[in-house]
């Protein structure tokens, strides 16, 4: 039995702003909390030797009232959400849970003499997939990352909504990833990505912009593969802020 797993983090900060690369921090702190979860016996388990494990979690930062800056992010409180999704087909839920409760109530040190802490974990209601079509949203603050690397040149290019072979790559993509953690050909070969309400976003992620989509999304395909995007995150970087996803309804018009 699968036990979902979609947790709220309440983050109370010293100052109501934050840094605006800040999904490298959210990623910093992940890694701070496996540290710090039985003697940091997981951390291997996701990250290692250049980070290219295939990752089952997603998040997603929720500022309130966010005012935009070059540098920063100010907020109206001196607070914000971190939405913490994962599958756990690995057990990645409750070792997760645990590193969360493990660093409840610690300092995090954020630049600018700043910090944040983890006052509260919510468990969130999750959505059962029961239909093989279902119409997802990017949830704010996040957006569908389809990242095309040339080995060649070392250089990457993303691939948004505006671009006319987006659902091609974007399908790719998602069926590599649902290859590499283990679903059977017949359980992706059918995945079809359709943009319906979407726009293209500029992002700055560890230094460099990253262009994504956001929006709606209409995803078709197996219902245990669509359940598992939904929890783990979909396309590139999906486990460094981006690919999160809600369902906002399911199965086709009649």
């Known amino acids: ?34 540290e710090h979860c039985e003697g940091g016996r997981f951390f291997e388990k ?14 997603s930062t929720v500022f309130s009232k966010p005012r935009f800056t070059k540098e920063k992010i100010y907020f109206d409180k001196n607070e914000m959400k971190i939405i913490f999704s994962c599958s756990d087909r690995n ?5 997760f849970q645990t590193a969360f409760l493990a660093i409840q109530h ?17 468990q969130k209601k999750e959505v059962l997939i029961t239909e093989s079509v279902v119409y997802f949203q990017t949830i704010l603050g996040n957006g569908l990352c389809v990242r095309e690397h040339n080995r060649e ?14 659902s091609e790559k974007a399908e790719t ?11 059977y050909k017949n359980q992706y070969k059918d995945i ?3 943009p319906i309400d979407c726009k293209k976003i500029v992002v700055k992620h560890y230094g460099i912009f990253i262009d ?21 995150g979909l396309g590139s970087h999906h486990s460094s802020g981006f690919g999160a996803v809600n369902v906002i309804r399911q199965g086709e018009d009649e």
Request: charged letters at 25%; proline letters at 3%.
């Open 1 to 34: 039995e699968i036990t979902p797993m979609r947790l709220e983090l309440q983050m109370e900060l010293l100052k109501p702003e934050i840094d605006i690369d800040y999904r490298r921090i959210i990623i910093s702190y992940l890694k701070f909390a496996l």
């Open 106 to 122: 610690m300092k995090f040190p954020l630049a600018n003499e700043n910090h944040m802490i983890l006052r509260k974990i919510i």
């Open 173 to 183: 993509i998602i069926k590599n990833q649902l290859q590499m953690v283990g679903f």
């Open 153 to 166: 040149t070392n250089r990457d290019t993303f691939i948004t909504c505006e671009d006319k072979e987006f």
């Open 91 to 95: 057990r990645t839920g409750l070792i």
């Open 212 to 232: 994504s989509t956001i929006g709606v999304l209409k995803i078709s395909g197996n219902m245990n593969a669509l359940q598992y995007l939904y929890q783990s």
């Open 192 to 194: 079809k990505v359709e």
């Open 46 to 59: 996701f990250y290692k030797n250049r980070d290219n494990i295939v990752k089952d979690y997603c998040f």
